[in-house]
């Protein structure tokens, strides 16, 4: 017979936190939101951690290489959407690791003797105005002169002389010699007021290039993930399909964390694909698993050997499956009963499982009580579609300004396969996603800031400066239909209408 959980499945919007003792360090600005990403050992460090607790979304319209730079600039992470081709996902990723390096490889390099127009068509494509000349045209070649679009004017110079007489000539060239750090590098570049450096080896071989502006997003950006080469870390999306062909192309484009994604990730598709990365990297790729909503399959992941498990069916906002398939469970349900399962978990094996709790954060309060229920990160997609840094563009609909957001169940989503695949034979029988549009809300940056006061500030509020703290402090209470109405603003005549407080 069924087995009938007698519990309801509860969301986050019926729950409010309950104040604790608010001490003199419960200030903001001592609030750490440091959060681990992957599994570790009791005592041990993980060796990723997120800066704040939040994930974009393994989406087309959420998580390109603009949002993976964008998030990890801010101290999150980005799994780049994985409904493409492998090469479109992995030279994603490449290009996000690219995008500040402290040490770069060079990737824009031509040979001496190389014409001033092709050099130009060069820059046009890599998109650097600094362009390489070797004696061979590669990034290791032996270092002959450095060129940017400063030593040339395209509508007077010959087009067809040769780069040699434009750039600034080895012997001219302030360099460096390998081996040398990170500052005192930048410290050269800013002696000698220039804006890119290269370092060589004893042979003068060119060997990596380290760039002013590179610094200077450093410097702005403290809570930045970086990686021990300081490239921004960044994730990718994958499935159980076509993994083995797949990650070996995401590792070899430098991903830090792989992420399954599927709504049901209570399945043996997944251990495969787990074993697979084991047998091939053993413990050094990171791979999440999920999507699970109990405890059942929480065991199930954390056996096979996933590094963080990510919990919610049917909570998105663009998600039916709870309609077409009448399968899934209320976020903070699946939430409650997956954590006691990982702390169990954690007694047991002394092994500490991260959990991402992944859709349906509509408010910013959400993200809260997420933690407060002991998620240690949140995925979310709608609340990073709305920004600039998503893939898709801006759209006025009659007075409004919005972005288009679809889920990757949509048919939308899924028709890149038949496109890219030429004819894929799996027939779409019906859709778990939406298409939709979402209101339009500037730069990340400037919202993702007061969401994070407003998480810290809650935090204070419950007397708890770290999430581990909030994790064990946290208390909760349910809420009545009534008591959500009394909390909003009520009994008045609002002055403005003005619904932006709501986020
Ligand atoms: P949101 O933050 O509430 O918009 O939810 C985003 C999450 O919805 C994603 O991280 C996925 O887990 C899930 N999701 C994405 N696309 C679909 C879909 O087409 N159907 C069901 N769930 C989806």
């Known amino acids: 017979m069924a087995k009938i959980l007698t519990d309801i499945s509860r969301t986050f919007n019926e729950f409010l936190l309950l104040p ?16 681990p990403l992957v599994k570790f050992k009791k005592g041990e460090e993980p060796k990723y951690t997120a800066n704040i607790p939040m994930v974009s979304a393994i989406m087309q319209s959420v998580s390109g290489e603009e949002m993976g730079v964008a998030l990890a600039r801010e101290g999150g992470l980005s799994f780049i959407y994985g409904a493409q081709s492998i090469e479109e996902q992995a030279a994603m990723v490449y290009r996000v690791k690219k995008h500040k390096a402290g040490f770069v490889i060079s990737d824009s390099n031509v040979k001496s003797g190389t014409t001033l127009r092709d050099v130009m068509a060069l820059s046009r494509k890599t998109g650097h105005s600094t362009v390489i000349v070797t004696d061979d045209g590669t990034a290791n070649g032996k270092f002959l002169g450095i060129v940017t679009n400063k030593d040339y004017r395209p509508s007077k110079d010959n087009l067809d002389a040769p780069i040699d007489n434009y750039m600034t000539k080895a012997e001219d060239t ?31 071989n060119l060997k990596y290039l380290v760039f002013r502006k590179d610094y200077e997003e450093r410097k702005n950006n403290p809570n930045s993930l970086l990686d021990a080469n300081k490239r921004y870390i960044v994730g990718a999306g994958i499935n159980t399909r076509d993994y083995e062909e797949r990650i070996p192309a995401l590792v070899n484009a430098g991903v830090d964390i792989l992420c399954m994604d599927s709504s049901d990730g209570y399945s043996v598709w997944q251990k495969r694909t787990i074993d697979f990365v084991r047998e091939k990297y053993g413990d050094d790729v990171k791979i999440g698993a999920g999507n699970v909503v109990d405890a059942e399959g929480f065991r199930y992941l954390a056996e096979a050997g996933a590094d963080f498990i990510k919990v919610g069916v049917g909570g998105g906002s663009i998600c039916i499956t709870r309609e077409t398939k009448g399968i899934g469970r209320g976020q903070a349900s699946s939430l409650i009963d997956v954590v006691a399962e990982r702390n169990k978990y954690f007694e047991e094996t002394g092994v500490y499982i991260p959990i991402c709790s992944d859709g349906g954060i509509v408010h910013d309060h959400h993200i ?15 609340y990073f579609a709305r920004f600039d840094e998503s893939p898709t563009k801006v759209l006025k609909i009659g007075n409004n300004y919005v972005k288009e957001y679809w889920g990757e169940g949509s048919n939308r989503a899924r028709n890149w396969q038949r496109y890219d695949l030429g004819g894929n034979k799996e027939k779409l029988s019906f859709e778990e996603g939406v298409d939709s549009y979402i209101p339009y809300a500037g730069p990340l940056k400037d919202t993702l800031d007061v969401t994070v006061l407003k998480i810290k500030s809650t935090m204070c509020n419950c007397g708890a400066t770290t999430i581990p703290e909030l994790h064990e402090k946290a208390r909760l209470t349910l809420v009545s239909d009534v008591s959500i109405s009394e909390g909003k603003a009520h009994d008045v005549i609002l002055k403005e209408i003005d619904n932006s407080y709501k986020n």
């Open 368 to 382: 809260t009580i997420a933690l407060a229920l002991g998620a240690d990160f949140v995925m979310m997609g709608r």
């Open 20 to 35: 604790n003792l608010t001490t003199e360090e419960c200030i903001p600005e001592n609030v750490s939101l440091k959060t």
């Open 174 to 204: 302030i360099s460096a010699k390998k081996g040398i750090s990170l500052s005192e590098a930048n410290n050269i570049i800013w002696e000698n007021k220039i804006n890119c450096l290269p370092i060589l080896t004893e042979e003068g």
